[in-house]
């Protein structure tokens, strides 16, 4: 089961072109849900979002993808959720911060509380390019009691500049002969460069001195 995950994860290009390939238009679905359960649901952060959007655009410019479909079908699994990941917030936050559970990792709950403290509302759109603080900013923002027509502007503003920027990049670069050669270096270099907002952040608030 591991190895089978690894291998999913490590040859991601490959399984997706072969799934389109094999399933057609049910390639849109398999992509929607893993964007919407990435997002959506707190206990899953760990599913590859960033490296499945370059992937997407990759595929896009070699043709077995249609941008203009992909497209919108990242956005609104992105929108959906974080949609319903606030309402998930919304209702049972105060319960999971009450009871300290394992999970969601209450360390991973600090980290987040500390970006809202820093950047408040923004946070939302900022955690887009955050892994792990992107599926935990929405839950967080509901359990705070955030106004939802506030929150929903973030949430389909990041989701469109996440989506966008991500895919694009595949677009425009998984076609390069070397990023092609050697795409799971490239995706694992995606990953790194989305967790170096998240990194900084926690460096700054484990390191920064209290003001008297």
């Known amino acids: 089961m591991i190895a089978t995950l690894l291998d999913w994860l490590t040859h ?19 992509v929607f849900v893993i964007i919407f359960i990435e997002t959506g649901l707190v206990v899953m952060p760990f599913l590859p979002g960033d490296s499945l959007l370059f992937v997407c655009g990759a595929l896009a410019a070699a043709g077995a993808l ?25 209702r049972f936050g105060h319960v999971t911060e009450a009871r300290q559970w394992r999970w969601p990792n209450p360390k991973h709950l600090r980290m987040t509380h500390d970006f809202f403290d820093r950047h408040g509302g ?27 027509g506030r929150f929903a502007a973030w949430n389909v ?22 990023v092609k050669q050697n795409f799971t270096l490239a995706l694992l270099g995606i990953v790194v460069v989305s967790l170096l907002p998240g990194l900084v952040a926690w460096l700054k608030s484990r390191f920064s001195t209290p003001s008297p």
């Open 122 to 148: 923004k946070t939302i759109f900022i955690a887009r390019f955050v892994p792990i603080i992107r599926t935990l900013a929405p839950f967080v923002a509901g359990m705070g009691g955030m106004r939802y």
């Open 157 to 178: 503003s990041g989701a469109i500049a996440w989506v966008g920027a991500v895919t694009m990049a595949g677009y425009l670069f998984g076609g390069i002969g070397w």
């Open 12 to 30: 991601f290009d490959t399984h997706l072109l072969l799934f389109s390939q094999q399933h057609g238009g049910w390639v849109y679905l398999l």
């Open 66 to 90: 249609p941008l203009a479909i992909i497209l919108p079908v990242l956005i609104v699994a992105a929108v959906a959720g974080d949609a319903v990941n606030f309402a998930v917030g919304s």
